[in-house]
């Protein structure tokens, strides 16, 4: 069993930057690829990036190519989303997810088996 807890949410306006970061319980964390998802309100679940099990590997939506980096501390169990230059459009809760399959960078949120609890990014023009 593994527990994800995202932190670093908050209200920025737009242009400006935050760091997500997710913490993980467990001592599997390291083989796990860890990705990141968004939900807006009225909206369903999309994929925003996705590190492999030792971050050799990274795939990222289209949306925040460029602007958001995925990377990951295994010796902290912790993994981390980096949004530069964030749009309104980016408003929404932002969740992360581990994937037993280390290599697989899923897009789907039905290739994950974690999920942590989302935290909230608001950003306003």
């Known amino acids: 069993q593994v527990q994800l807890v995202e932190s670093g949410g908050g209200l920025v306006q737009a242009g400006g930057s935050l760091r997500l970061s997710c913490a993980a319980s467990?001592?599997?964390?390291?083989?796990?690829?860890m990705g990141w998802f968004r939900q807006a309100p009225g909206k369903e679940r999309e994929f925003v990036a996705v590190n492999s099990w030792n971050g050799g590997a990274t795939y990222y939506a289209d949306s925040v190519k460029g602007r958001f980096t995925i990377s990951r501390d295994n010796a902290k169990n912790t993994v981390y989303l980096q949004m530069n230059n964030l749009k309104p459009e980016d408003t929404a809760v932002y969740y992360c997810?581990?994937?037993?399959?280390?290599?697989?960078?899923?897009?789907?949120?039905?290739?994950?088996?974690?999920w942590g609890q989302g935290t909230q990014v608001t950003v306003s023009s």
């Open positions: 467990g001592r599997t964390f390291s083989s796990y690829a």
């Open positions: 997810a581990a994937d037993r399959n280390g290599q697989r960078l899923g897009t789907h949120s039905s290739e994950y088996d974690y």
